[in-house]
C-alpha cells in the first residue's frame, strides 16, 4: 500500500486513540457521617414555619472552610441573612451546644446523635429526618449531617459528583468548594464535574441541613471518574500513527530533470 494511503489512515487512528480516553478509572471511596439533631426558635435559621423567600443559591458559603473546618457565611450572597454562627461567622448548625447570638427569639440547640457511621455510594434517603435519618418527620427536630469521605485515585483523573438536597447542602474537595445547593428549596438534582486531581487519596466533605418542615431529602453519588492522562496502549497507538507521518515525510524526494 502507497503511503500517501497509509498517511490518511495514520492520522485517523492517532486521533482515535486521543479520542478513546477511559471513563470510570479505578477508585476506592470510604466514607463515615456524622449526626446532629437540630431544635430552634422562631428567628434562627430553623423554620418551623417559613414563607420564603425559597430557592438554591450557589454561593450561601464561602469557598473554602473556616478554622474549626466548617463552612463559612458569605455575607456577600443574596441569600437570606443567617443568625446562628460561629467564631469567624462559620455555620454552626454541626456544632453542639446551644448557640445564642444576641437578637430575639433566635436560640439554637444541637445534640450529636451518630458518630463515625459508615455509610457507602450511593447514598439516597428521600425521608431524610432526625434523628440519623430515621424519623418520620422533622416535628420534633431539623437533621444535619457532615458526611466525610476519603476517595482514593489509581491516576491523576476528573471526578463527576450527582448531589441532590432538600435543604441544603455544601459539597467539599480537599477543603475548597466544588458545590453548592444553599438556601431552603424542595429536592433539587444537579451534578458538577471537578478539576483533575492528582493520583492517591483526597478529602470530600458534604455538609447537608434539612431547616424547613416540608420536606427532607439527600442524594450523594460518584458517577464518573475519567483518567486525565491516556493509558500506555493510547500512547502507543497515536506514536505508531506520527511514525508513519515521518516515514512518508522521509520518503519524499524532488527529482531534478536536466535537459
Known amino acids: 500500500m502507497k503511503l500517501s494511503k497509509i498517511l490518511p489512515a495514520a492520522v485517523v487512528m492517532g486521533m482515535a486513540a486521543l479520542a478513546s480516553q477511559p471513563a470510570n478509572a479505578a477508585y476506592t471511596f470510604t466514607g463515615t457521617a456524622n449526626y446532629y439533631s437540630v431544635t430552634s426558635s422562631a428567628n434562627g435559621d430553623f423554620k418551623s414555619t417559613y414563607s420564603g423567600p425559597y430557592g438554591v443559591y450557589s454561593d450561601l458559603v464561602k469557598t473554602t472552610l473556616g478554622a474549626d473546618g466548617l463552612p463559612v457565611f458569605n455575607s456577600a450572597s443574596s441569600a437570606p441573612d443567617l443568625v446562628n454562627l460561629t467564631t469567624g461567622g462559620q455555620l454552626a448548625w454541626w456544632t453542639p451546644g446551644t448557640n445564642n447570638p444576641s437578637g430575639s427569639d433566635n436560640t439554637m440547640v444541637v445534640t450529636q446523635t451518630g458518630t463515625n457511621v459508615a455509610f457507602t455510594l450511593p447514598f439516597s434517603d428521600n425521608s431524610f429526618f432526625a434523628p440519623n435519618g ?69 478529602t470530600v466533605k458534604l455538609f447537608y441541613a434539612d431547616r424547613n418542615k416540608s420536606q427532607a431529602a439527600l442524594n450523594f453519588n460518584i458517577t464518573a471518574v475519567t483518567n486525565a492522562v491516556p493509558e500506555p496502549a493510547t500512547w502507543a497507538m497515536m506514536m505508531g500513527g506520527l511514525a508513519l507521518v515521518g516515514l512518508s515525510m522521509r520518503r519524499r524526494k524532488t527529482t531534478v530533470s536536466f535537459a
Not at 418527620?137 to 471526578?159: E, K, P
Not at 474537595?173 to 464535574?193: A, N, R, Y
Open 134 to 202: 430515621n424519623g418520620g418527620s422533622d416535628s420534633s427536630a431539623f437533621l444535619t449531617a457532615i458526611f466525610t469521605g476519603t476517595l482514593t485515585l489509581d491516576a491523576a483523573s476528573t471526578v463527576t459528583f450527582s448531589l441532590g438536597a432538600d435543604d441544603d447542602a455544601f459539597l467539599f474537595v480537599d477543603g475548597v468548594s466544588l458545590l453548592q445547593l444553599g438556601g431552603i428549596h424542595e429536592p433539587t438534582p444537579v451534578s458538577v464535574t471537578s478539576s483533575v486531581l492528582g493520583a492517591g487519596a483526597h
